[in-house]
């Protein structure tokens, strides 16, 4: 069964301070792996899609890197309003479905 | 260009009640995808919608149900609301065949008391 795991939970940075949040997963045939943004009481806002190992997508201080067994969302520099919950997803192959992690809480504290 | 839209954005029912969801696709999109959000966690999917016919469903009793109309827009029904029933329920749109970006609605917030 396809899962995906993200840590930490919870993360507290101070604003200029660069770090990056996990996603584990495991799923039989890869079709994509997502990165969303998700600010409290709102929809998720989408971010990246990567398609295989090794493919690396920036937006702004954002930067996504896959490979096999996980993918990393790095953040250079955070803002305050980089202050939000990033959910990772995959999904398999000739599948419509997309299964999410629980998400990294993040706090960028000015 | 209006994104996913839906309603009502908060909802209050009682065990036993039926629900209603409605969806509204960003222009142009045509498939419809529905998640159950529950507090901490990621959202699950529920279903798929595609040219007015249920393309995929997830791991949900058919208390869940829904609907595609010629125009998109979907619905979400749920029957004999439970407690556990209580979450955001968020709507994605899709175009078929750039599956790998899909835009999320804001979602409808049902407490189920």
């Known amino acids: 069964e396809d899962q995906v795991t993200q840590s930490p939970e919870a993360l507290r940075l101070q604003e200029g301070e660069s770090s990056s949040l996990n996603c584990s997963y495991t799923?039989?045939?890869?079709?994509?792996l997502f990165w969303y943004r998700q600010d409290p009481g709102k929809g998720p806002e989408f971010l990246f899609t990567?398609?295989?190992a090794g493919e690396e997508k920036e937006k702004e201080r954002l930067k996504a890197t896959l490979t096999k067994k996980e993918s990393f969302l790095h953040i250079t520099a955070p803002k305050p309003e980089d202050s939000a919950t990033y959910l990772c997803?995959?999904?398999?192959?000739?599948?419509?479905?997309?299964?999410f992690g629980a998400g990294t809480r993040l706090t960028v504290k000015p | 260009d209006a994104g996913v839209t839906q309603s009502p954005t908060h909802l209050i029912k009682t065990r036993g009640q039926q629900v209603t969801l409605r969806c509204s696709p960003k222009?142009?999109?045509?498939?419809v995808s529905w998640y159950q959000q529950a507090p901490g966690q990621g959202p699950q999917f529920i279903f798929q919608?595609?040219?007015?016919?249920?393309?995929q469903r997830g791991n949900f009793p058919d208390r869940f149900s829904g609907h595609q109309f010629p125009n998109y827009s979907s619905e979400l029904n749920v029957n004999a609301l439970l407690l556990g029933d209580s979450a955001l329920y968020l709507c994605?749109?899709?175009?078929?065949?750039?599956?790998?970006?899909?835009?999320f609605g804001p979602g409808t917030r049902l407490l189920v008391l």
């Open positions: 994605a749109s899709s175009l078929e065949g750039l599956w790998e970006t899909q835009y």
């Open positions: 799923v039989s045939g890869l079709r994509g």
């Open positions: 990567l398609y295989s």
């Open positions: 997803a995959v999904q398999r192959n000739n599948n419509n479905d997309m299964r």
């Open positions: 222009s142009g999109h045509d498939t």
């Open positions: 919608y595609y040219e007015e016919e249920e393309r």
